[in-house]
């Protein structure tokens, strides 16, 4: 079992950046594939990035393809996304979710792939 702990989240300027962090627990960080959803205010959870156990493998919505970059330190047992070019439609309660894979190669996209979830940390971009 792991616990998710989002943080990095704030207000910011459009075209600013942001660096989240999800710190995880536990022994066996680099045996979760790790994603990030996002959810607005009166919309549905989107997904925006995906990250394999091993960080050799990478998948992002085409939201927000080009300005965000997801990554991970395994030895940390920590993942990151970097934020770039924000724009107001980028505001939203960011999430961290991870799955455990024996695949050093799965990018799961969709909520009902993952088991742990974090509690969010908002992030607001000011027009």
């Known amino acids: 079992q792991v616990q998710l702990v989002e943080s990095g989240g704030g207000l910011v300027q459009a075209g600013g950046s942001l660096r989240l962090s999800c710190a995880a627990s536990?022994?066996?960080?680099?045996?979760?594939?790790m994603g990030w959803f996002r959810q607005a205010p009166g919309k549905e959870h989107e997904f925006a990035a995906t990250?394999?156990?091993?960080?050799?493998?990478?998948y992002y919505a085409d939201s927000v393809k080009g300005r965000f970059a997801i990554s991970r330190d395994n030895a940390k047992n920590t993942m990151y996304l970097q934020m770039n070019s924000l724009e107001p439609e980028d505001t939203a309660v960011y999430y961290c979710?991870?799955?455990?894979?024996?695949?050093?190669?799965?990018?799961?996209?969709?909520?009902?792939?993952?088991?742990?979830w974090g509690q969010g940390t908002q992030v607001t971009v000011s027009s």
């Open positions: 979710a991870a799955v455990y894979t024996y695949s050093d190669h799965f990018t799961p996209r969709e909520r009902f792939q993952y088991d742990y």
């Open positions: 536990g022994r066996t960080f680099s045996r979760y594939a």
């Open positions: 990250i394999s156990a091993s960080g050799g493998s990478t």
